[in-house]
């Protein structure tokens, strides 16, 4: 079972940037998809980004231009970025990792979750 972990969160002014870390137990470079959502205190969970080998990369309209995604292959680790973070970006933000299955930001399709980490934006 690949075990997905995340780090790197915490209370970053308007405007400012984040970068975040997920790291996965196990990872399988061409059949493995890597996913970045969030969910806000009574909403539904939302899918942002996903990743897939080094050269797929997709991001939802809400984050196009201000977030960025990256892997280290070596290390099983994925680097979400966030730039320009305004006051409604605050959330508990998860990755995902779904292994053989589309690789979309929909959120039924994953099947390893991490615990979350929790991005403030003060203003």
């Known amino acids: 079972e690949v075990q997905v972990v995340e780090s790197g969160g915490g209370s970053v002014q308007a405007g400012g940037s984040l970068r975040l870390s997920c790291a996965a137990s196990e990872y399988t470079y061409s059949s493995t998809c890597m996913g970045w959502f969030r969910q806000a205190p009574g909403k539904e969970r939302e899918g942002l980004a996903v990743?897939?080998?080094?050269?797929?990369?997709y991001y939802a309209d809400p984050v196009k231009g201000r977030f960025t995604i990256s892997k280290d292959n070596a290390k099983r680790t994925l680097h979400p970025k966030m730039t320009n973070l305004k006051p409604d970006d605050p959330a508990m933000y998860y990755c995902?990792?779904?292994?053989?299955?589309?690789?979309?930001?929909?959120?039924?399709?994953?099947?390893?979750w991490g615990q979350g980490t929790q991005v403030t934006v003060s203003s």
């Open positions: 995902a990792a779904n292994i053989d299955r589309a690789c979309l930001v929909t959120r039924t399709l994953y099947n390893y």
């Open positions: 990743i897939y080998r080094n050269y797929y990369t």
